[in-house]
């Protein structure tokens, strides 16, 4: 993902054909986690593992 991507709001949505949207969707999907900043990405891995074990208590 470009960094340097600008915010797409509602109206910028709504503006745009059905495949604009999709290129602009896909252009913001990030596929490498090392291209999360590591905070974030840290935060998303001990939401997974509190998740994980709530899941194996129930």
């Known amino acids: 993902m470009d960094a340097d991507l600008p915010f ?3 109206e910028d949505l709504d ?3 059905p495949n604009e949207r999709l290129a602009a969707f896909q ?3 990030i596929t490498d986690p090392a ?3 590591t905070e ?3 935060r998303i ?8 074990r709530k899941r194996r208590n129930q």
Do not use: N, V
């Open 27 to 29: 252009a913001r999907i």
């Open 45 to 52: 891995y001990e939401s997974a593992r509190q998740l994980s």
């Open 35 to 37: 291209a999360i900043p």
């Open 40 to 42: 974030f990405r840290e």
């Open 15 to 17: 503006a745009m054909t």
């Open 8 to 10: 797409i709001s509602a």
